[in-house]
């Protein structure tokens, strides 16, 4: 599969930049967005409800990735999430199919499983927690992303289109390293203290598209670490409760602050490889506030 145009939908975002900066190192970059991006990438305004634009945007690309969605961040109307995350995608595949785009990457999340949304009732079931964990989301965002790779499935089936879903963690960017760190370090803060970098996030996006013969799969983003700074099979009692099976042992001896989320799927199947460290990160902010 030879990849040389690739249509970024979303690619004005916060993270779309990140992406499309990535990509432009090794393809001809197209944003299909509603407002124009990066000025080094050629752009074209594509809402993803209207399909017609999507034909246009699309046309001529080897490959779509699809970022364009309303974010759990924006506190939209459960509607919403539905209605634009969902048939958004759906046009976004079904376009894509109609203008023989070889391969789609979506932008999935985390949230596709429900863990994030820190329920009493659902929490991890062994760790650390894979692709093949149980899916429960009940929250209409969470749910519009396992939705979202439902459908990509489906259009594997049906067509000859590839669809790769990658499911970015909290995705911390420079712009938003301290309000992240302000959020972890909130005294009593009830979360499992995953994150993923933007650089990184763009990286996967990238080894996705250089990915061949992978039809279809699903990939949690995950930083090697978490962003609390006990170890974490320590913090996790505190925390959420007492431990559930602990699937790799070996993981959290080598390495006590791994994360909660494994990015060994990523690793191995797309040759992804996370870069962050998180006490560096601290270490960053603190530099930049002392300037």
């Not at 993270?15 to 197209?30: A, C, E, I, M, N």
């Not at 925390?239 to 690793?267: E, H, M």
Request: glycine fraction near 6%; charged fraction near 25%; aromatic fraction near 10%.
């Amino acid at each position: 599969m030879s990849i040389k145009r690739v249509v970024v939908t979303g690619g004005s975002g916060r993270v779309g930049s990140y992406v499309v900066r990535q990509l432009l190192k090794d393809y001809d970059v197209v944003i299909a967005d509603l407002v124009a991006g990066n000025a080094e990438a050629e752009y074209v305004q594509a809402n993803v409800m209207e399909l017609d634009e999507l034909r246009a945007a699309f046309k001529g690309a080897d490959a779509v990735v699809h970022l364009a969605a309303i974010d759990f961040d924006w506190k939209a109307p459960d509607e919403q999430y539905i209605n634009i995350n969902v048939r958004g995608t759906w046009h976004v595949l079904q376009a894509a199919a109609e203008m023989g785009v070889k391969k789609v990457v979506l932008c999935s999340s985390i949230s596709a499983c429900g863990l994030s949304e820190m329920r009493i009732d659902w929490t991890p079931e062994y760790l650390p927690v894979n692709e093949r964990h149980d899916n429960k989301p009940v929250q209409a965002y969470s749910v519009s992303k396992l939705v979202m790779e439902q459908m990509a499935k489906s259009f594997v089936d049906g067509t000859d289109m590839d669809v790769i879903c990658l499911r970015p963690l909290a995705v911390v960017l420079n712009e938003t390293l301290d309000d992240y760190i302000k959020f972890v370090d909130a005294a009593d803060r009830h979360w499992l203290f995953y994150y993923v970098t933007g650089e990184d996030v763009a990286s996967a996006f990238d080894a996705a598209l250089k990915t061949e013969g992978l039809r279809y799969g699903t990939f949690f983003l995950s930083a090697d670490d978490t962003s609390h700074p006990k170890p974490t099979l320590e913090w996790y009692q505190d925390v959420i409760g007492p431990l559930p099976t602990i699937a790799n042992p070996r993981l959290y001896q080598q390495n006590p602050r791994a994360s909660i989320f494994s990015n060994r799927d990523a690793k191995e199947l797309l040759g992804w490889q996370p870069t962050s460290n998180f006490d560096e990160l601290r270490a960053q902010a603190k530099n930049s506030q002392n300037k």
